[in-house]
């Protein structure tokens, strides 16, 4: 462990998670909001659905930990949703025991410490169209449909509001885009950027309105050697530095 110690926000999922540091990925946005400020960890898991994700939750977050996060950011049901294949193999889990599932996950993840927080993603649409287009030679057909994913998005905003859990709901918020199929993937299933954009967004507008104590709002969170320096870089009077552990001009966009 490298110190200072800073606060974890650690990001629990299937690929949408695993995914996100890369091709201009959500996890990636955190990580440079969160910049000496907090630690983004990134425990995501291709092609897991919430059943896999239980059995090990424990190991993932053990309860013993010198250390426990400040927040999760939880993503299952993508895989789940999927309609289940007659051999009874496969990802697909049925929504009683998805929706038992996620709860029983968000009861172990409130039982580490009483200043953990939790946020769960729920299940986004799909671009039915395109994941009909990529069916693998080496897969059993995929069957994703909106139909599927909202019955599954909706369960997971309900247990949300039953457990008083902080939720972003990605089937209602990629949808408000202009051509959004096209726009928010990149195979009908994954975020592209813009995609990750909006999910970035939607987490820091839940984090910043949260009347959570201490604040998570990268704003309200101190910044790692933030001090002065003569070492800072030198002002154009030539008389004095100036403070650079706050500039955020460099950021493609300016979050809130």
Not at 83 to 94: E, K, R
Not at 199 to 222: D, G, N, Q, T, Y
Request: aromatic residues 10%; hydrophobic residues 40%; charged residues 20%.
């Amino acid at each position: 462990m490298v110190g200072p110690s800073r606060p974890q926000i650690v990001l629990f999922g299937s690929s949408i998670v695993q995914m996100s540091f890369g091709h201009g990925g959500w996890g990636a946005i955190l990580s440079e909001v969160y910049a000496r400020k907090a630690d983004i960890i990134l425990r995501g898991y291709y092609g897991w659905n919430s059943t896999r994700a239980f059995e090990v939750v424990d190991k993932v977050f053990p309860k013993d930990a010198a250390v426990q996060p400040s927040l999760v950011v939880v993503y299952f049901g993508g895989n789940d949703s999927m309609g289940p294949h007659p051999s009874g193999l496969g990802p697909h889990v049925p929504l009683p025991e998805y929706v038992d599932n996620m709860k029983k996950i968000a009861f172990h993840l409130q039982s580490l410490s009483d200043s953990t927080r939790i946020i769960f993603l729920s299940c986004p649409p799909v671009d039915e169209a395109k994941v009909r287009q990529n069916q693998s030679p080496y897969l059993s057909e995929v069957i994703r449909t909106n139909e599927l994913c909202k019955t599954y998005s909706d369960a997971c905003v309900e247990l949300c509001k039953e457990l008083g859990l902080q939720v972003v709901d990605l089937f209602s918020t990629l949808q408000k885009v202009d051509d959004w199929e096209t726009v928010c993937f990149t195979d009908g299933i994954h975020l592209s950027a813009q995609g990750s954009k909006l999910v970035a967004a939607e987490i820091l507008k839940v984090v910043k309105e949260a009347e959570w104590r201490p604040s998570l709002h990268w704003k309200s969170m101190p910044t790692e050697f933030s001090e002065d320096s003569p070492y800072d870089l030198v002002s154009a009077d030539g008389k004095t530095t100036l403070n650079s552990s706050e500039w955020t001009y460099f950021w493609e966009e300016q979050w809130e």
